[in-house]
């Protein structure tokens, strides 16, 4: 495992990070807890979750693990707030300061932690302005409850947008940025991945392997695995990235991830971990097995020429299923 510097920050983090999603929801506690040993061992540092995940599952089973280890002290633990977390009350969602306060003091809690390394808004609110979010934020930090604050598919104009405010009114800036990122959606090439290098942006890719999409399960005429996410095509948010233009790219990947000999997810996993920019994409391993396959990642490698055939798959900057969506609409929280 190498370690990569987290944008400007000087903290030191594996280049994959763990994210916690189903863990206390799909991934039992038991199974959470020898998947974070597995981890561990594996020499990843970097652990990544968000209170709405489950509604404070995954976050209490993450504490719970992190109280009977031990060595919370030697981990980069991040969360995020946004997403809503009562449906009988209005302001329990968003990114105004009320919400922002309220769970991070939960989030804290639930993670039987005095800090997060990472406290991230989970997705842009266009109710709120960012300086009420970013002052919030500063408040947080200044109290020593949270040490550097990032965010989770912002557009390259909403994160300058917030740079500029910081510095005009001397607040602490976001120092990442957490995107999907992906050989189906390559959008963020445009101008995100720019701007980050550019300010010294961390960048945590979400979903690298599209979903699943990714991961040789998929594929024209195949049937879908029972119990898949996107076995349920009553969601619109899944069922718009389902598209006759991927089948065509996951034909020609899985063509060329044979001829290189390795299998189509640890390819695609492979790829985003190169990325110039990228700083540790995040993998949702459900099963011990998932994780299994996620680590041999780590020891493949492209030549020149074997990029310039993926980018003849999938140009750079475009992308054939839909998951860079950082206009999202306030109390939005849509599934991953």
């Known amino acids: 495992m190498e370690y990569r510097s987290f944008g ?9 990070c763990m994210g916690c999603m189903y863990f206390g929801g799909k991934t039992p506690a038991e199974e959470a807890g020898k998947i974070f040993d597995a981890c561990i061992e594996a020499g ?12 404070g599952a995954s976050e209490t089973t993450l504490g719970e693990i992190l109280s009977a280890r031990g060595n919370r002290a030697r981990l980069v633990v991040a969360t995020k707030v946004h997403g809503t977390m009562a449906d009988d009350d209005p302001n329990a969602a968003g990114n105004g300061r009320r919400h922002i ?53 912002f557009s390259a104009w909403q994160s300058v947008e917030a740079l500029w405010t910081s510095k005009e009114l001397g607040l602490n800036r976001f120092v990442s940025e957490q995107p999907p990122y992906s050989l189906a959606d390559r959008r963020i090439e445009r101008e995100l991945l720019p701007m980050a290098r550019t300010y010294g942006y961390g960048v945590i890719p979400w979903s690298p392997l599209a979903g699943g999409l990714l991961t ?35 034909e020609e990947l899985e063509a060329f991830a044979g001829e290189k000999g390795v299998p189509m997810s640890q ?27 996620n680590l041999g990642a780590l020891s493949i490698t492209f030549s020149d020429e074997e990029l310039a055939k993926i980018d003849e798959i999938v140009p750079p ?20």
């Open 101 to 153: 306060v309220e769970q991070c003091e939960a989030s804290l809690t639930r993670l039987k932690t005095d800090y997060v390394d990472l406290y991230q808004i989970h997705r842009p609110d266009s109710k709120i302005p960012i300086d009420e979010t970013l002052r919030a934020l500063d408040d947080l930090i200044r109290a020593g409850k949270v040490r550097f604050i990032g965010t989770s598919t």
């Open 8 to 16: 400007r920050t000087g903290m030191m983090v594996s280049e994959l």
């Open 317 to 336: 900057g475009t992308a054939v299923s839909d998951f860079y969506q950082a206009d999202w609409g306030p109390h939005e929280h849509r599934v991953m």
């Open 44 to 55: 990843i540092n970097f652990f990544d979750t968000a209170n709405v995940y489950g509604r």
């Open 267 to 293: 390819m695609a996993l492979a790829w985003v971990l190169r990325r110039p920019g990228v700083t540790s994409p995040i993998i949702g391993s459900r099963t011990m097995e998932q994780l299994t396959d």
């Open 216 to 250: 040789g399960k998929y594929g024209r005429g195949k049937e879908t695995p029972q119990g898949a996410r996107y076995a349920d095509q009553s969601r619109p948010n899944l069922a718009r990235r389902v598209t006759e233009a991927l089948f065509d790219v996951l």
